[in-house]
């Protein structure tokens, strides 16, 4: 009887070894993009933590990189991801399928590194609401990538810039996102909405004077069309890193446990060097010819009240309870 309990035990040990990673033998071959060029900060990141999750896997799991939205704009890029057709993804989403993913876009949220650390947090309330948002487009948020807090670029100085109560008699293109079309029409501008592929354009023709939606290290490559850049600081730039969430149901614990840990140890990597390369991008920006203007403390905190006055209510409208939870998390 002993020594049929010892047998049994030891091929339930062996059965659930062989379980714990059932797919050892299958192999994948994944697209992961993302919104820069190749040689940018998060391109050598990106490369890194395929390198990682390949070397991990022994191999099991291999990537394609796809640089400067060569996959497609952020936001077409996310259906993909959502359907299969793209496995991971580096970047913002857009809003267009569901007006709550404006949530990390909520402007002023957080007006200093600590407060974003916090808000963005791996187990904070933003992120764990966006985890639950997500998944209902079948898509697993596996961490993110921190960017910088973002400004205004123009192509000629507006009247009072540092003033949201003076109308600046500039359109200015915005995301196609609501939360900064309000930003951007607080402040004094006029917003036009269009994706990035085609702002540059955009500034190029005349159609818009200037582009809210980004930061110095994007506008650092509008050089001669960057005259100005308005250091509003106005929103946080987050990008997560998303897959497929059959695709993820599909790995082995060990395999998602190998994702985890690159994706986490790649994060943290950028909060340490964040806020450095932020003012890095500031000082090129300025070093290309950019005029740079920072507000006084009286007028960026002017503007974050009328700002949040006016478009908070309207962004709680569309994305409900969760947007308290998530300004009430960060505010204790």
Request: glycine share 8%; aromatic share 10%; proline share 5%.
């Amino acid at each position: 009887m002993k020594k049929a309990l010892v047998i049994m035990a030891t091929t339930l040990f062996v059965l659930s070894f062989l379980g714990a990673d059932a797919h050892a033998d299958r192999k994948h071959h994944w697209k992961i993009g993302h919104v820069r060029p190749k040689g940018t900060a998060i391109d050598q990141d990106t490369r890194k933590l395929v390198d990682k999750i390949t070397k991990d896997t022994r191999g099991r799991i291999t990537f394609e990189v796809y640089p400067a939205n060569k996959l497609g704009d952020y936001s077409v890029v996310q259906e993909k991801c959502s359907f299969g057709e793209v496995e991971m993804f580096i970047g913002p989403f857009g809003t267009t399928v569901d007006k709550k993913m404006a949530l990390p876009f909520t402007p002023y949220l957080v007006t200093n590194w600590a407060e974003a650390r916090k808000a963005f947090a791996p187990d904070s309330r933003m992120i764990k609401s966006m985890e639950a948002i997500l998944e209902k487009h079948n898509i697993k948020i596996l961490g993110g990538w921190p960017v910088y807090f973002g400004g205004i670029v123009l192509t000629r100085e507006p009247p009072n810039p540092g003033d949201p109560d003076v109308h600046k008699g500039m359109i200015i293109r915005t995301p196609p996102i609501r939360a900064f079309e309000l930003t951007a029409r607080s402040m004094g501008y006029t917003p036009y909405p269009i994706t990035w592929a085609y702002a540059r354009t955009g500034l190029k023709t005349g159609m818009v004077e200037g582009m809210i939606g980004g930061g110095a290290e994007g506008y650092a490559g509008l050089k001669g069309l960057a005259k100005v850049y308005v250091d509003a600081r106005d929103h946080f730039e987050y990008w997560f890193v998303y897959m497929n969430l059959d695709l993820w149901k599909g790995l082995s614990d060990n395999e998602k446990m190998i994702l985890r840990n690159a994706v986490r140890e790649m994060e943290r990597r950028r909060w340490d060097t964040a806020e450095a390369e932020e003012q890095a991008s500031i000082r090129r920006l300025r070093d290309q010819g950019t005029t740079i203007v920072t507000l006084s403390a009286g007028e960026f905190d002017k503007t974050v009240e009328k700002v949040r006055r006016h478009v908070w209510p309207e962004m709680r409208k569309d994305i409900g309870d969760v947007f308290d939870q998530v300004v009430s998390g960060i505010r204790k």
